[in-house]
């Protein structure tokens, strides 16, 4: 399943960042930021829900983060 998410994070710095603590948390899934989208998106193909954990992984790192619908 492919989960979007509307984040704060602005730069590479900010992905690289996040980049260990999301391989851990995702180690099964792929995921990728579009920072030239307004949005500041976050796509992760998952084969399990992940959306309470990243939400929280991203908010106690210092960046916002929310589910988009699709």
């Known amino acids: 399943m492919i989960y979007v998410f509307k984040t704060s994070v602005q730069r590479r710095k ?9 391989n851990d948390l995702l180690s099964s899934s792929n995921w990728n930021f579009d920072l030239d989208d307004c949005d500041k998106v976050l796509r992760i193909d998952s084969p399990v ?3 309470p954990s990243v939400i929280r992984l991203l908010q106690e790192a210092g960046f916002d983060c ?3 619908a699709w």
Do not use: A, G, K
């Open 49 to 51: 829900e992940i959306t």
């Open 66 to 68: 929310e589910e988009l």
């Open 14 to 22: 900010d992905v690289l960042q996040l980049q260990p603590v999301l």
